[in-house]
């Protein structure tokens, strides 16, 4: 078995096994496509719910070094805001007991969108708030490293 397909298989153990949170309840991710190698981009999807006036983590984890760009998009009438932090941080709210690294919280539109530099093995939560105390939202993460 090649390096770049045990990454691949890892990843997929790894997304098997880790759950969401606060209200989330579909939580698993879709690697598609490659990782490992150094010029490889890495890509990365995960859909979930988010309940009405819920919040959901999901961990994530960078195989590689680069630009990580994190996209959240749905279709609900919803505002869905996305934020990012360390991996230590299991609970959105209080935010400044997280240190936030990046967030996107437009009232407007369905999408948001991150980005940040990172490192091989560098971990994270990613959350997804909803703001609507009246609708739940599918949505998707989108995670590329380039």
């Not at 999807?45 to 959901?56: D, E, K, R, Y």
């Not at 990580?68 to 609900?76: D, H, I, K």
């Not at 990012?84 to 007991?97: G, M």
Request: net charge negative.
């Amino acid at each position: 078995m090649s390096v770049r397909s045990a990454l691949v298989v890892l990843a997929l153990a790894v997304s098997s096994a880790c759950g969401g949170g606060e209200g989330s309840s579909n939580t698993g991710s879709i690697p598609t496509g490659p990782s490992g190698g150094s010029g490889d981009p890495f890509a990365q999807t995960i859909p979930g719910t988010v309940s009405i006036f819920g919040t959901n983590r999901h961990p994530a984890s960078a195989p590689r070094a680069g630009q990580m760009r994190v996209s959240l998009t749905w279709t609900a009438g919803v505002d869905l805001d996305l934020y990012l932090a360390p991996s230590s941080c299991q609970k959105l709210y209080p935010q400044t007991a997280c240190g936030i690294l990046a967030k996107s919280d437009a009232s407007a539109g369905t999408s948001e969108v991150v980005s940040r530099a990172v490192t091989a093995g560098e971990s994270f939560a990613i959350f997804v708030d909803n703001l609507s105390q009246t609708s739940s939202a599918a949505y998707s993460v989108d995670v590329r490293i380039d």
